[in-house]
């Protein structure tokens, strides 16, 4: 076993709030926030390197996570966010060239995922929730500098003789600018192949004039009108941007969950999540709990219900379960999702989040926080199977994690209290996967009249029916429920883990393709390759030889 | 430096002739062709594995791309093609397990990829030539086996017992269906999900009436009536396809290169074509020649030319360089391509195909060819930059060639015999790239309008316009030309040839995907990565350790 140096050595946590920040600036004037990158680099996520020239690590990008969601959730009001630096010359180096030598590969792929997952909140803020980020490079902006500028909606450069926006990750590193950089550059901003090409092979990078001809940015200002001509443009886009109905914004609070051993079982409780870690059969369960109250009906109820409502809390507490088991617990490959509650309820939670979006802003934010964690969960590297078993709640929103393992398993029985399935209209529409389509539509790519049929399925439906309709991939009756379930879970534990990260990437989203899904498939999957190589991380490659006075050497063998 | 063990020790050779097959037995019933698999365990394509159970190498599928070829061009009349197996109970194991194991790194990438493009071709003769393939699976069809039954348009599996259709590569040796398989799966024939993921993860496989549930075949037949029964299926292909129209079939002849060295350069001379390899730079220049004479303007005049066909001639040429250069020639990193001749030649060869490509099937072959060839060149791992130079003809088709490149310079002189550019109405449509569009559509992503605008532009053009349009990427001068194109070339050739081979990967194929773009990014890009991974090529691999009596030992973690 490889040794996993440069693992963090606590466990990595990701809820944090601006008041612990300590390499963003979070401010306020009106409509219009500011996000002041000014990296502390004495304050590394762990020991060994420093985080020089705004460069960032994990930490950095889990305090820009964190702010984007909070923008979103607590700020209303906020329409336009300039991103900038708090260092003059220097808008952002990228991702930490020391860190990413000496972290574990598979620190590395997660640590990208994460990054580029935060760079499309960042979009996704600008497309669905109105809050257009705007990058003001004061500085140079390289590598997953510039690929964060390219995040947000428009890039003005100042233009000042040195200020320049690069990727120099090719020349100088031997890797890609992998964090969205190269789709972003052809797809997003469309530039010609041919500019890219050289771009993405200029250490130095591009200034002024051209970078703006070559469509690398849309605006260079000189440096004495560089904050004013910025401000016009935030300004002009909070004039352009309607108010938001619903009523005031909710400041999220930690979720505070409680940790403890269990007989060799690493177990965490959250309000509505437990995730219980087997580290020796390496399987994790997920169980989720259905809502135990009333749905919010009217936006002041919502208000009321605050951090307590069922949608916002249950998936908030999954996603951080999610973030927990892809970088503290390595090991594990399989994830089986349950169920615990009333599956009456989590419908009844459904067509009420879903009625007040309409004209609630909150409510819509909670939707897309929803899709965003059913997202990441298509987009975490283990197996995940579902298990519906009776006292279980696979309906609407909950559902929805039984399409996105990879395979269910659902109890088939005659008695009372077997367990029941339903579709809600959360399965139609408001939680697209990365292509775009609903997990139904994927499921049935070949059957596109059988998902508009299945919207008239309104009722509870046991395994016979689930089986039939193509909703479940097994229905074991009690005699065999046990073994089966057992065999395929164990059969799953034993397979390359590497293999099955390859196989799901490929069979777990059919049909078109995206920004979002080229940056997950092509983009990361060769900087993953990349990751590996030599060329790159070998003890004279590229990324190992960087800052040493001697030159990296290549085999010059081309695959 | 690695050693290149497993790397064949003599250069691979394409060219080949049904009188030569070694492994494949092609006969003909009229208009329906029979392919049959009878694989010569003792002829691998090196030494050191024995070819069983009709596993294939690169020797294997040599003979089926020639032979799909030669079907296309020298059997009009052929339009259903049953492939099959010469030994009862196995159609075909797929990839040999020890060439793989003993193979190099980009060796087995190559390998990969030339099986791929060999399967999209066969796919393409269905679609694009009307030749039908039918894969009649009479015994078990595993792996690439199962792969190569999945690029057919139909699939029938013999129901005995026994025969069945698998995906053993994730369970037995930790690596992918990477040839197309996972992706054919879900996106071709729309298998679900979870039912796929069932499928890719069962060693043995699925039989019978399930493999047609799943949608894993078309057809199951009993023993007695297998044959009778795709005999049946072929006819009805044969029944609904209507004749061919043009002229009779022409059989391609060998190419006959000469090679030579010449002062430590290596030159391959074909008719229209020079490979002139430089490997101490690191340097490949590929030289297409124009048309010498008149264009074929008939059908007749067409089957005269025959073999020494411009288009034909050329870009079969063409093909066998790029082929040579990837098996044979792993170091070299750029390949520069350059033109001679007389581009107004170019563009009357290119107006005569198209006008004749409307009505005879040998022009559309001929047409198809060349965009096949075109797609083989965008999907070279080498970096490519075209020198648009004095005596050059990038017209029309031979353009594609400068567009296909990463980059071009053209020499701007106002000297008589300044080069000059040309498009034609190949530029525009009959040569679409793996995503689907023209290379201008891809290149003018963000202009669409523009690419429109172009079409208008007939003449022939120098380099201040080619620039000002942005056909080109570079135009230096007399006094530049020289210190310009030669600091590029040498700057290219110093960097990482893995993280040029991922840049160019995702910067060459903006805009949308297709399954072919899905197969050479996604799938083959986690499949390279895999074929990096200790898992399965490390000392207790599973792919090393596949065939021996200990078991594989995995390093647990998830990436």
């Known amino acids: 076993m490889e040794r996993p140096a440069g693992a963090p050595q606590e466990p990595v946590r990701f809820e944090t709030h601006p008041s612990r920040y300590k390499h963003w600036k979070l401010s306020f004037d009106g409509p219009v926030a500011r996000l002041v990158m000014a990296v502390d680099d004495q304050h590394p996520l762990r020991d060994g390197y420093i985080l020089k020239l705004n460069s960032y690590d994990l930490g950095v990008d889990i305090e820009l996570a964190d702010a984007v969601t909070r923008l979103r959730f607590a700020h209303p009001e906020v329409k336009a966010v300039i991103v900038s630096s708090g260092t003059d010359n220097c808008f952002c180096a990228g991702a930490n060239i ?3 030598g000496s972290s574990t590969h598979a620190f590395k792929v997660n640590f990208c995922k994460f990054t580029n997952e935060t760079r499309l909140y960042l979009e996704e803020a600008c497309d669905k929730s109105a809050q257009h980020y705007l990058a003001a490079l004061n500085g140079v902006a390289s590598g997953g500098g510039y690929e964060l500028a390219l995040a947000c909606e428009q890039i003005a450069l100042q233009d000042d003789g040195s ?6 990750e090719t020349p100088l590193l031997a890797v890609l600018p992998g964090t969205g950089g190269l789709t972003r550059l052809v797809d997003k901003r469309k530039v010609r192949r041919d500019l890219a090409d050289v771009f993405s092979t200029l250490a130095e990078g591009i200034r002024g004039k051209r970078a703006k001809d070559w469509g690398l940015v849309d605006d260079v200002f000189a440096k004495s009108k560089f904050d004013a001509e910025v401000k016009k443009r935030a300004d002009a886009l909070v004039t352009s941007t309607p108010d938001k109905q619903g009523g005031p914004g909710l400041e999220l609070t930690d979720l505070e969950p ?11 409780d959250y309000r509505f999540v437990r995730l219980a870690i087997d580290p020796a059969a390496r399987v994790a369960t997920v169980t989720v709990r259905g809502p135990d109250g009333a749905p919010a009906k ?10 307590s409502h069922w949608h916002l809390r249950a998936f908030r507490e999954l996603d951080d379960a999610i973030l927990d088991l892809r970088f503290n617990h390595p090991t594990i490959g399989l994830v089986i999702v349950k169920t615990e509650g009333d599956g009456d309820g989590v419908r009844a939670h459904d067509d009420a989040l879903l009625a007040l979006a309409g004209g609630d802003w909150l409510a819509r934010e909670i939707l897309l926080l929803v899709a965003r964690v059913m997202k990441r969960l298509d987009l975490t590297a283990k197996s995940v199977f579902a298990t519906i078993e009776p006292g279980s709640c696979f309906a609407g929103t909950l559902f929805e994690l039984a399409i996105a393992a990879d395979r269910s398993y659902m109890l088939a029985s005659e008695e009372d209290g077997a367990p029941k399935i339903a579709l809600s209209k959360m399965s139609f529409g408001p939680l697209p996967m990365s292509n775009g389509l609903t997990r139904l539509a994927t499921r049935f790519l070949a059957r596109p009249a059988h ?14 029916d689930a089986l039939e309709l193509g909703l479940v991939t097994y229905a074991p009756d009690d005699i065999d429920w046990q073994d089966d379930v057992r065999i395929a879970i164990e059969e799953r534990a034993s397979l390359s883990p590497d293999a099955l990260t390859g196989m799901e990437s490929n069979l777990r989203f059919a049909g078109p393709e995206t920004m979002e899904t080229k940056i997950f498939a092509r983009l990361s999957a060769w900087q993953n390759w990349i990751f590996q190589r030599p060329n790159a991380v070998g003890e004279r490659g590229a990324l190992t030889m960087y800052g040493r006075p001697e030159r990296p050497e290549f085999d010059w063998r081309r695959t």
């Open 98 to 100: 020391y860190m990413l």
């Open 163 to 168: 200020s320049a926006v690069s990727f120099p």
């Open 258 to 268: 409680s940790r403890k051993e269990d007989g060799g079982k690493l177990v965490t």
């Open 298 to 307: 009217t936006s002041a109820e919502l208000r009321e219900q605050g951090n």
């Open 451 to 464: 998902v508009e049929e299945l919207a008239s399925h309104a009722g509870a439906m046991g395994a016979e």
